[in-house]
C-alpha cells in the first residue's frame, strides 16, 4: 500500500493570544479602535461562537473586557451572547468552559433561542428574500463586539464574521431562508456554495446583507491553523476585518496533494470537531477533495452529541438525491442540504466511519459502520482491490486539500 500523510503545516512555537490580540487591536481594519468605540457606551454585547466550534472566546474576553472597562463600560452592563443560530443550548458547565475562568460571574451569559419568537425583531428583508430576524438583546445594544474562528465551510465558504450575526442571532425563519440558497433552481446543489468561495456565494452574500441590519460592530476573527491552533487575529470592520482574516485563514488551510487518492483515512480532529455528525460532515466533506471518483474514505469520529439534528436523518428515508433535491425545494428542513451533500458524495465514493453512534443510524446514511479503524481500512482496501494510493489526514477539519493545475 502506498501511503501518503496530508496534513496541515506544524509549527513549533505557540501562538502568543494575548499578544496577536493587542496587536490586532491596535492596527484595527477599517474602523476605530476598539478602545474609541467603546467610550460612552452604556450597553456592550459581546457574541461568542458556541460549543459545536474551537473555545477561542475564552482566549480573548480578558483582553476584550479589561478594554471595555479601561473605556468606561462596567462589568455589569456587559453581556456574553451564545451565537448559536439554530444548535441546541448549552448547559451551565458548557457555558462557564466557553467564556473561560476569567469572566466575572456578573456578567450575564444569554444563549440564542432561535424558535423563541418574542426574543427577535424583524429589521428587514434581503434582496433574495431572507427575512432578517435579529435576536433584541444586540439590537438593544450599543456596542457589538464579535468574536468568531475563520475556518473553511462547505457551502457558506468560510466561517466567522457576518456567520455570527447571521444565521448566528437569528430566529429559525432567517436560518432556513438563508440556508436554503445553497438549493439551485432544480434542487441540486449550487455550485457556487462550496468550502473557500465568497465570490457570488449566494449563501455568503446574504449573510454579508442580513449582517448590516445590525449596527455598532466591531468584529474580533480569530484565525486557527489545521491543527486548531490560534495563528493570527484580524479586528475591526465586520466586512473588512473577516476578509482580510479569510486570506491569512487560506494560507494556512489549503493544502496541495498533487493527485487524488483512491483511499483517505481521515481523523475528523477530535472534540468539539466531531462532536456529532452534522459537525463531522465538515470533516468528510474536506477529506472527500482529496477522493478519486470510485475511491473510499475512512472517517473516525466519536459524534459524542449524536447526530445533531432531529431533521437530518429523515432525509435518507425519501429517496435518492433526485427525490430530496424535489422534496427539499417544496418543504425544506434545516439539514436538509447536509443529507443531500451527503448523498452525493456517496454517489461519487463509498465512506466506511469508526464512531461512537449506534451502527443502524450510519448505514441507515448509506455509510459502512466499522467496529474499528483496522476493520474499516481492512474492508475499504478489500473494496479497492491490491495497493491502493493512500492518504491520512490526521486532522480532516483543519485543511482543504486540493489538486494543484
Known sequence: MRVKVVAPPKTTAAAD???????ALDEPVASAALADLAIGKRQVVISIPDGTRPPVARLVLPTVLATLQASGVALHNISIFIASGAHAGSSEDDLRQLVGEGVPEEIAIHQNYARRAPDFR??????????????NLLLEADLNVVIGSVGFHYFAGMTGGRKMIVPGACHVQTVMANHKL???????????CANGALDGNPIHEDMVEGAAYLGNIFMINVVLDGWAEVKDMSCGHPVASHLEAVKRAKRLLEVPIGERCDLAVASAGGHPLDIDFIQTHKSIDHAAHAVRDGGALVIAAECSAGIGSETFLPWFGVGDAAAVSRKLLAQYELNGQTALSLMK???????????????????SMGIAFAASLEDAVAAAQAALGASPLTYVLPIAWGILPFVEA
Not at 424583524?122 to 435576536?135: A, D, E, Q, S, Y
Open 17 to 23: 493570544a494575548v499578544g496577536l490580540l493587542a496587536r
Open 182 to 192: 445553497t438549493l439551485a433552481e432544480d434542487g441540486s446543489l449550487n455550485t457556487l
Open 345 to 363: 458524495k456517496l454517489e461519487r465514493i463509498r465512506i466506511f466511519m469508526v464512531t461512537g453512534l449506534e451502527r443502524a443510524p450510519v448505514e
Open 122 to 135: 424583524l429589521v428587514g428583508i434581503t434582496r433574495r428574500g431572507t427575512p432578517i430576524m435579529l435576536n
